[in-house]
């Protein structure tokens, strides 16, 4: 059942944009850094010498857009998602076949963090391809690529769970567009905010310094509000 | 011609949601304001003012404003996107070009309301926190005005972007996709002028020495960038709407 629901949700977002968007947010983030280090003469220079371990300081300045990119790009592929259905109305047409309603939300769910699963994927291999490339030192920190690249992925699943919920139940797209920018202004300022907020959680940081509690609260968090989030879908009026 | 305005005046109150959208920018910058300190930086109530300026226009002009043009152009274009809506717009005596400028018109205007209330929003937070010293009503206007002028192209854009894709969220990618690099050029001596996404930034930003009586930069800039880049946008989408087929 729920495989045929994904295989037909992985078919209903060809040709969107879905998966361009997918490959454009990660290699945007490391094409940033290209332009930071290479543009202006001399910059490369001046910025290796801010830090001892120009690894981690490259990787300090590409994780500075990661969570921006994050945020406005989930609530981008949810309202891509939604607006399949949206556009033409056929949440009717969907939910009148013998499917579960939480199926449908689930696979919308799964496809959704597959892409985003893809573009953290990509986010590492693009910040390893340019790192070579900047000549940073022999010894490629991978664990603390990996690190930087798929830890904010699990720390911003509330958000996409969020988002998911908020683009399918709004009729006006204009809606979850609009939280994402103010989950955007959050996360561009994401150093004043609080630890509990969500919007702080995919810049990695925390008053214990531990990244990998940001992950734990992502998951734990990301589980609740998706299960809230699928419940309400559930019960809710199909117009 | 007027009452084309009203109509898409009128498309667009109905929807309610644009007051949320227009409020959104002034309200977190009010309440960004209000959690400032200035003391932390050892600064005087005397440049309160400066200081509340400095500080809200980095989030207002740099991150909200162009995300902003966005979100307007789509709610513009959201009513006809919607069950045939542009063969009935287009089917009325009226001529494609004046429909295009019609919403250009009230999109420009929507972003002055916009403007406006983010100047109530900085003058309130100020009053709140207690400032002394004249309100520096000069430096202001030349902010909201620069501002305003810069999002000009911005919106034509995201104007054009809007009728070519159904969808709401396809637009505004392209403008996430602009927006996100000026974070970085606004860094740039070189790139920054030049980036046409930067320039809300760039002019709203308080500097003394511009050499210019009107804007924040140079006047060069303001016709070459925002201008040129303006026309390439406004025309660019008017003669992609004088052929746009209506399905």
């Given at each position: 059942?729920i495989?045929?629901l994904?295989?037909?949700?992985?078919?209903?977002?060809?040709?969107?944009?879905?998966?361009?968007?997918?490959?454009?947010?990660?290699?945007?983030?490391?094409?940033?850094?290209?332009?930071?280090?290479?543009?202006?003469?001399?910059?490369?220079?001046?910025?290796?010498?801010?830090?001892?371990?120009?690894?981690?300081f490259?990787?300090?300045n590409?994780?500075?857009?990661t969570?921006?990119?994050?945020?406005?790009?989930?609530?981008?592929?949810?309202?891509?998602?939604?607006?399949?259905?949206?556009?033409?109305?056929?949440?009717?047409?969907?939910?009148?076949?013998?499917v579960?309603?939480?199926?449908?939300?689930?696979?919308?769910?799964?496809v959704?963090?597959?892409?985003?699963?893809?573009?953290?994927a990509?986010?590492?291999?693009?910040?390893?391809?340019?790192?070579i490339?900047?000549d940073?030192?022999?010894?490629?920190?991978?664990?603390?690529?990996?690190?930087?690249?798929?830890?904010?992925?699990?720390?911003?699943?509330?958000l996409?769970?969020?988002?998911?919920?908020a683009?399918?139940?709004?009729?006006?797209?204009?809606?979850?567009?609009?939280?994402?920018?103010?989950?955007?202004?959050?996360?561009?300022?994401?150093?004043?905010?609080?630890?509990?907020?969500?919007?702080?959680?995919?810049?990695?940081?925390?008053?214990?310094?531990?990244?990998?509690?940001?992950?734990?609260?992502?998951?734990?968090?990301?589980?609740i509000?998706?299960?809230?989030?699928?419940?309400?879908?559930?019960?809710?009026?199909?117009? | 011609?007027?009452?084309?305005?009203?109509?898409?005046?009128?498309?667009?109150?109905?929807?309610?949601?644009?007051?949320?959208?227009?409020?959104?920018?002034?309200?977190i910058?009010?309440f960004y304001?209000?959690?400032?300190?200035?003391?932390?930086?050892?600064?005087?109530?005397?440049?309160?003012?400066?200081?509340l300026?400095?500080?809200?226009?980095?989030l207002?002009?740099?991150?909200?404003?162009?995300?902003?043009?966005?979100?307007?152009?789509?709610?513009?274009?959201?009513?006809?996107?919607?069950?045939?809506?542009?063969?009935?717009?287009?089917?009325?005596?009226?001529?494609?070009?004046?429909?295009?400028?019609?919403?250009?018109?009230?999109?420009i205007?929507?972003?002055?309301a916009?403007?406006?209330?983010?100047?109530?929003?900085?003058?309130?937070?100020?009053?709140?926190?207690?400032a002394?010293?004249?309100?520096?009503?000069?430096?202001?206007?030349?902010?909201?005005?620069?501002?305003?002028?810069?999002?000009?192209?911005l919106?034509?854009?995201?104007?054009?972007?809007?009728?070519?894709?159904?969808?709401?969220?396809?637009p505004f990618?392209?403008?996430?996709?602009?927006?996100?690099?000026?974070?970085?050029?606004?860094?740039?001596?070189?790139f920054?002028?030049?980036?046409?996404?930067a320039?809300?930034?760039?002019?709203?930003y308080?500097?003394k020495?511009?050499?210019?009586?009107?804007?924040?930069?140079?006047?060069?800039?303001?016709?070459?960038?925002?201008?040129?880049?303006?026309?390439?946008?406004?025309?660019?989408?008017?003669?992609?709407?004088?052929?746009?087929e209506?399905i």
């Amino acid at each position: 059942m729920i495989v045929k629901l994904l295989a037909a949700d992985f078919l209903k977002i060809k040709r969107k944009g879905l998966w361009l968007l997918t490959v454009l947010g990660p290699f945007g983030v490391v094409l940033l850094q290209w332009f930071n280090y290479e543009l202006v003469p001399g910059r490369r220079e001046w910025l290796l010498q801010r830090s001892d371990d120009d690894w981690l300081f490259y990787l300090q300045n590409v994780s500075s857009f990661t969570p921006l990119a994050l945020v406005l790009g989930i609530a981008i592929l949810t309202s891509l998602a939604a607006s399949i259905e949206n556009e033409t109305n056929a949440w009717k047409q969907l939910v009148a076949l013998p499917v579960p309603k939480m199926g449908v939300f689930l696979a919308k769910f799964t496809v959704l963090s597959s892409l985003l699963a893809v573009a953290s994927a990509l986010l590492f291999f693009f910040t390893w391809l340019l790192g070579i490339y900047l000549d940073l030192g022999s010894a490629t920190p991978y664990a603390e690529i990996a690190k930087f690249s798929f830890y904010p992925y699990f720390a911003s699943l509330p958000l996409l769970a969020l988002h998911l919920w908020a683009a399918t139940v709004s009729n006006n797209q204009g809606i979850p567009i609009s939280l994402g920018v103010v989950g955007f202004l959050f996360a561009s300022f994401s150093f004043k905010l609080p630890d509990w907020l969500p919007w702080k959680w995919p810049s990695l940081q925390n008053q214990w310094d531990e990244p990998l509690v940001n992950v734990v609260l992502g998951i734990g968090a990301g589980a609740i509000l998706y299960t809230a989030g699928m419940l309400d879908f559930a019960r809710r009026d199909v117009k | 011609m007027i009452s084309l305005l009203q109509s898409e005046w009128f498309k667009l109150r109905k929807s309610k949601f644009v007051f949320a959208a227009i409020l959104l920018g002034p309200l977190i910058t009010f309440f960004y304001a209000l959690t400032l300190q200035p003391d932390k930086f050892g600064l005087e109530k005397t440049f309160l003012w400066e200081f509340l300026i400095a500080f809200t226009t980095l989030l207002y002009a740099l991150y909200f404003l162009p995300l902003a043009t966005g979100i307007l152009a789509g709610l513009l274009c959201r009513y006809e996107h919607q069950n045939g809506g542009w063969k009935q717009l287009l089917a009325l005596p009226v001529t494609r070009n004046r429909v295009f400028l019609a919403k250009y018109a009230i999109l420009i205007f929507t972003v002055l309301a916009i403007q406006l209330l983010y100047l109530l929003a900085i003058w309130t937070s100020g009053v709140l926190k207690g400032a002394e010293g004249p309100f520096p009503v000069m430096l202001l206007w030349k902010s909201i005005l620069g501002g305003w002028i810069a999002t000009f192209p911005l919106l034509a854009l995201q104007l054009w972007m809007s009728m070519l894709f159904k969808s709401f969220a396809a637009p505004f990618a392209v403008n996430v996709a602009f927006t996100l690099p000026a974070i970085l050029a606004v860094n740039s001596e070189k790139f920054g002028p030049l980036y046409p996404w930067a320039q809300p930034f760039l002019m709203m930003y308080v500097s003394k020495d511009a050499g210019n009586d009107t804007f924040f930069v140079p006047w060069e800039q303001v016709l070459t960038v925002a201008g040129g880049s303006f026309l390439l946008f406004f025309f660019g989408g008017l003669l992609y709407f004088r052929r746009k087929e209506n399905i």
